[in-house]
């Protein structure tokens, strides 16, 4: 009889904490974590991790994890994606500590991939999903990087407070993730790279007991990660 093995958050964190490879000072950069995830253990933890990390985004990017060098070097190429994203979003946005949380524009690193969170002050009316000026401006920029980086997946997740009933927020969220799918695909980028989702009030990253943390849940996050050929490249060592 073949015994199955039940991973736990804790132990998943452990063995992918075992695969990575020493630091210096203490410290690893965004692309010596790309080269951690699956290095010692397999990729194989980076998918335990991701469907266990209780953010869609984040485990969309550690699911698609492929580690060892190649791994390094897909993080490489999503540090310079990164760094192109923030330059083009910060001349719009609030920089970070403004004071205006639902306003800013977030773009960070995690494993292999970008993930990059539209605040509901630029995104959306109250209960609404037609896209405002100002989020329509970020996508524009947004999407000139995309373009530019042509071998990446986008997972676009919405989210809402928890007011209302349980469906109706998923059914909003759908909305919304696809109303910025739409406008991104409109701007150039092929449909076929664009994946939604709506988790409504399921993974909410604040309390949802005031209006700021109402305001915080109330967000869409897009995980930009390497597709098959972009993996493919770089585990054959022929990504710049």
């Given amino acids: 009889m073949q015994t199955k093995l039940k991973y736990t958050p804790i132990f998943v964190l452990i063995l992918a904490l075992l695969a990575m490879p020493s630091c210096k000072n203490g410290k690893m950069t965004n692309t010596g974590k790309g080269a951690g995830i699956g290095a010692g253990a397999g990729a194989v933890i980076g998918g335990l991790i991701g469907s266990r990390s209780g953010n869609t985004a984040t485990g969309a990017i550690l699911g698609a994890a492929i580690g060892g060098v190649g791994g390094a070097a897909v993080g490489r190429y999503m540090d310079k994606q990164k ?18 949380p639902e306003e800013e524009v977030k773009v960070e690193r995690e494993g292999e991939g970008i993930k990059v969170t539209l605040g509901s002050g630029i ?3 109250v209960g609404k999903a037609e896209l405002k000026p100002q989020v329509r401006e970020n996508l524009r920029k947004v999407s000139e990087t995309l373009k530019e980086y042509k071998e990446t997946e986008i997972l676009i997740a919405g989210h ?19 109303a ?30 005031d209006t700021t943390g109402k305001q915080k849940n109330r967000r869409v996050e897009m995980a ?17």
Avoid at 183 to 198: D, S
Avoid at 227 to 240: F, R
């Fill in 224 to 240: 930009i990660y390497a597709n098959e050929e972009l993996k493919k490249k770089a585990q054959e060592g022929k990504l710049n």
């Fill in 123 to 125: 995104l959306f009316d």
């Fill in 160 to 178: 809402t407070d928890s007011d209302g009933s349980d469906d109706s927020n998923l059914k909003l969220s759908e909305r919304r993730a696809t």
């Fill in 180 to 209: 910025v799918a739409n406008y991104l695909a409109g701007l150039g980028v092929p449909r076929v790279r664009l994946k939604t989702q709506g988790l409504g009030e399921t993974q909410p990253v604040a309390e949802n007991t």
């Fill in 83 to 100: 760094k192109k994203l923030e330059e083009d979003l910060k001349r719009n946005n609030p920089p970070a500590g403004s004071g205006k």
